[in-house]
């Protein structure tokens, strides 16, 4: 079931509308036609009691100016290019600074300011974002093409599926900056919560948080989550890329790569019984855990304030700084050919 809903209004008077999927069992998604973002998750918790577990924002004015990019399908390019900018066919583009020196989510005209088309079918629990990008926006070449398309299953799973055409050559490597906290967004701090990687290394940052080259095992580091583990365990310890990140912010290199039906993360919060699985056929795997959510708080949605590490992310994407990084899985998009990337949430109890 789709249900539509008037979620509030631009300042130049367009409607924002939320699109709300509920499946046979009671579990129910919402998103925006603003920025495609994912704005609730509701899923039962080990007593049966509906527990929404992303955290958002509840008006649109917050949704325009969120630091945290919370919930948005981000775009062009999700994560930090270094340098913001990039060379491709010996031509250099230049892209807003905006994190440093660095462009981070393609920003500042992130795609999440803006309405995008949205289609569904009765009887079907699906709804479809277009967004229609032009040669030059954000600094990119081509004109764009974009869909992202979200699912909620009868197993309880939120599916999202990404595609995109470029009548040049561009760079496609898009993700969702869904921000969980199995606990219920208005728990507080998620450092309590399990966490599992099915990773053996990172890809090593400098102290702007952008990839050096260095492959590092993650084996007997605070960065391995093999086993699972509390996401406060290691945290604070004194390890230089936890030093650099403010904690955890970076890229898992994801052993199934492109294997969709291999587990790439689990997540479990002790005290709901909630459990997340995460899938995809991306090579990495962003873990962020809030490092950045300010110590005064976050404003959120039904008047929640977001604490400091009040969420984890796990993005699904391609590398950071991939376009300036040969030996990197490439983000490079010709014309005729098609970028698609999935991505799979799945929710259960234990």
């Not at 925006?32 to 049966?48: C, E, H, K, Q, Y």
């Not at 040969?326 to 259960?348: Q, T």
Request: aromatic content about 10%; some cysteine.
């Amino acid at each position: 079931m789709v249900e539509k809903t008037i979620f509030g209004t631009m300042e130049d008077g367009r409607e924002v509308i939320r699109y709300t999927l509920t499946n046979q069992n009671g579990v129910s998604a919402s998103f925006l036609d603003l920025g495609a973002i994912w704005s609730t998750m509701l899923v039962p918790d080990r007593n049966g009691e509906m527990a929404d577990v992303l955290l958002g924002h509840e008006t649109v004015a917050d949704c325009l100016v969120s630091d945290g990019h919370l919930g948005e399908a981000v775009g062009r390019n999700a994560n930090r290019i270094g340098g913001a900018a990039f060379t491709l066919n010996d031509k250099k583009y230049e892209l807003t600074a905006n994190d440093g020196p660095n462009n981070l989510h393609s920003g500042m005209d992130f795609y999440r300011n803006r309405i995008w088309a949205a289609e569904y079918e009765t009887g079907v629990n699906q709804v479809l974002f277009t967004l229609e990008s032009p040669d030059g926006d954000q600094g990119y070449p081509g004109n764009a093409s974009i869909r992202v398309t979200y699912t909620l299953t009868d197993e309880n799973e939120v599916k999202i599926h990404y595609e995109g055409t470029c009548d040049q050559d561009t760079i496609f490597n898009m993700t969702n900056h869904a921000y969980f906290n199995l606990a219920g967004h208005e728990s507080g701090p998620a450092l309590s919560q399990m966490v599992y990687i099915d990773s053996d290394a990172i890809t090593a940052v400098d102290k702007v948080l952008i990839p050096t080259g260095e492959i590092r095992k993650v084996m007997g580091t605070p960065m391995d989550f093999s086993d699972f583990k509390p996401i406060g365990r290691d945290i604070e310890a004194d390890y230089d890329q936890l030093k650099l990140g403010g904690g955890y912010d970076h890229n898992w290199i994801l052993n199934a790569a492109g294997d969709i039906n291999k587990v790439a993360a689990k997540v479990v919060s002790p005290t709901s019984g909630i459990v997340m699985e995460v899938y995809t056929n991306e090579p990495g795997l962003q873990f962020y855990a809030g490092n950045s959510m300010t110590k005064a708080g976050d404003k959120g949605k039904l008047g929640v304030v977001y604490p400091h590490r009040g969420a984890l992310c796990l993005e699904t994407q391609h590398y950071p700084d991939s376009p300036n990084q040969p030996a990197f899985p490439s983000v490079v998009l010709r014309p005729g050919e098609k970028y698609a990337s999935e991505c799979i949430y799945k929710f259960s109890v234990e």
